[in-house]
DNA sequence: TTAAACTTTCAGAAAATACTGAAACCTCAG
DNA sequence: CTGAGGTTTCAGTATTTTCTGAAAGTTTAA
């Protein structure tokens, strides 16, 4: 490993965590997302210097992220690893897994708590604020559900268009208005 | 604390390592948001069972996040803990912050890394893919802060659009070609 | 100035998390 | 079958993170 491409996969794994995983994990997609070859399990314990049953714990958490794809070559019996998609697909995956794992458990248990009544004053204002996050966390996630069933071309060409997409939807309501 | 409120902090204390900070500073944040009077220091760490240095580490935390306020009230020395912004401002916060740690620093990387020329075949590939994740990363942040200056209001607007912004877009784009 | 009432800091203890390596387990060619 | 070549599991250990509580620091009323 150069030392340019060490500084990568070794800056992966300190944000690792910060992204969801842990150092190792993090380090290990690091290295598989700038590997022109797929990596054997072997291969990958060598060069982040862990052993082997930490890099097959790594990878089925990275399978659980839908980060990792499993290859096979032929005449051989061993497995070999590559990051699943493009880079597009990884944020994509990233951000649905994190949604998941972050907000849909704050959701339904927001959801379960609205359905009973407060029963006291100090409840009635809890339940207020709860309704709050709740409908903000709504509104987010279905947002964001919608975006990603649009194609990336599509995503990118609103993306681009940044703060202006306000005055399209201003454009829109006029035009709206006028009929 | 009733139990309904009670499960609603503890949930923050379960969320709290996926949203970034540890248990406790989410168990404080919770408790803040849902109190409808700002709290002490004391009433805090007697709210849930932890030390009073803690509570004072953990409020160091939350200011860094930007997320609580300090009050005072006549006659009385202590310090008043409430949370800072409304729900929506605390959801940008979050945000902003975390796109802070989680992407800036990866964000700086890349570029330096981009900044030499690769040294051989193993390293040319790598900077394609580095040149890849650092494009997407630009395009998403930048987008990300052009939201972020949008008036609350504008943006549900365009959240409540959903996947229906594309065809304002289409709209938009025959608008132009037609003149 | 002083001291009471508070907050912050931080060394060490406790708890949580991650890692290792050996054993168990799978799979398939012969 | 069987054993070679591979993967997974998991108990125990190492590392990291968090928490405590006592000491140091700060502020202000008198």
Redesign the interface.
């Known amino acids: 490993m150069?030392d340019?491409?060490e500084?990568?996969v070794m800056?992966c794994g300190e944000?690792g965590s910060?992204?969801?995983f842990n150092r190792t994990v993090g380090q290990m997609y690091g290295l598989l997302?700038?590997?022109?070859e797929p990596l054997s399990a072997v291969q990958i314990s060598e060069a982040l210097n862990i052993s082997r049953g930490n890099v097959s714990m790594g990878i089925k958490e990275l399978q659980s992220w839908r980060l990792v794809q499993v290859q096979h070559k032929p005449k051989d019996r061993k497995e070999y690893y590559s990051p699943a998609g493009?880079?597009?697909e990884m944020?994509i995956r990233v951000f649905e897994e994190?949604r998941k794992?972050?907000v849909d458990?704050?959701l339904s248990?927001?959801r379960d708590?609205l359905l009973?009544e407060?029963?006291?004053e100090?409840?009635q204002?809890?339940q207020v604020?709860?309704h709050?996050?709740h409908e903000?966390l709504e509104?987010?996630t279905?947002?964001a559900s919608?975006?990603q069933?649009?194609s990336p071309d599509?995503l990118?060409?609103?993306?681009?268009?940044?703060?202006g997409?306000?005055k399209?939807?201003d454009?829109?309501d006029k035009?709206l208005k006028s009929n």
């Open positions: 150069t340019k491409i500084s990568f800056h944000m910060r992204w969801g997302v700038i590997s022109k493009s880079i597009w944020a994190r794992r972050e458990p704050t248990l927001l708590n009973n407060p029963a006291n100090e409840e204002y809890a604020k709860m709050e996050i903000l509104t987010i279905h947002w919608e975006l069933s649009m599509k990118n060409t609103l993306m681009k268009l940044g703060a997409v306000s399209v939807i454009i829109k035009l």
